[in-house]
């Protein structure tokens, strides 16, 4: 390996390691009084939202039976998957709890209440939903036209590095960090935990879709460029951490 690229690998492990000392000796915006930064990225005010069905816990399965049987599934049937469903898997991923003047609450743990991300859906198969991307309103449990186009499929799957079985799956959960969140409190040491932050997202995403026999897997392996153009976000302030395809799982693999 050449000296450039142990240059690299030594500036990503970097991001591995805690220097949370910083932490206390680092003047945050926090500290310094600015204002904290919306829960959730504002979306216009004349904006339809589209609500979705209160959530309720579908699951059908202990909590130690969805571990069990937890896999990352790669093939999906053609059918939809209800509201309900999708309804329950956006709670369970990123619901909010309890509203505080600095944090919400959620389904999932994240570093200092920041909860960084946006949720987007490329709903292909969904009871009730066009074909389209809709960004989740966590706030209000809704759910808000992002983009529709004729070829997303087709762009999703080669944003995806031509992993064609995710342009089989009834929705697709995109999450998106908008960093800041993190770093208004944690400055410089808020890269490590916001990646830790996705991973929470994604296993509430896996054990409720085991608990509810329908089938996921993590995708990290996709163009950044593309997928944040597929998503309509600036690729800066917000960019794609990591996605997961949602779907019916055939019989035999359940
Ligand atoms: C961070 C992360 C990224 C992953 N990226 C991909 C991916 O891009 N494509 C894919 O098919 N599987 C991906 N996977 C799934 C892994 O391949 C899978 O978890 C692993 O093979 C173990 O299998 P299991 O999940 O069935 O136990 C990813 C998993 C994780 C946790």
């Known amino acids: 390996m050449d000296e450039y690229s142990m240059d690299e690998i030594k500036r990503g492990r970097m991001i591995l390691k805690s220097d949370w000392e910083i932490v206390d000796n680092f003047k945050s915006d926090q500290k310094k009084g600015v204002l904290v930064p919306p829960f959730e990225k504002p979306y216009p005010e004349n904006a339809s939202l589209i609500s ?76 009730g939903l066009n074909e389209a991307i809709y960004r989740y309103l966590p706030l209000e449990h809704a ?24 342009g089989d799956a009834a929705v697709v959960f995109i999450w998106a960090a908008i960093p800041y969140r993190t770093e208004w409190r944690y400055g410089p040491v808020s890269h490590k935990v916001i990646l830790i932050d996705a991973g929470h997202v994604c296993e509430n995403l896996y054990l409720s879709c085991e608990s509810i026999n329908l089938g996921t897997c993590a995708v990290a392996a996709y163009s950044q460029k593309q997928m944040d153009e597929f998503v309509g976000i600036d690729g800066e302030d917000e960019f794609v951490v990591y996605l997961a395809p949602v779907g019916k799982v055939p019989p035999q693999v359940i």
């Open 143 to 166: 759910l808000i036209l992002q983009k529709a186009d004729r070829y997303l499929r087709e762009q999703l799957i080669r944003a995806t590095l031509d992993q064609v079985f995710i």
């Open 52 to 127: 979705l069905p209160v959530a309720k816990d579908l699951s059908e399965k202990s909590v130690g039976k969805a571990i069990v049987d937890r896999m990352s599934r790669r093939k999906f049937t053609d059918e939809p998957i209800t509201l309900e469903e999708l309804s329950f898997l956006l709670w369970a991923t990123q619901g909010v709890k309890r509203v505080g003047k600095v944090a919400t609450l959620r389904t999932v743990p994240s570093a200092g209440a920041r909860h960084p991300f946006e949720t987007y859906l490329y709903v292909r198969k969904v009871e």
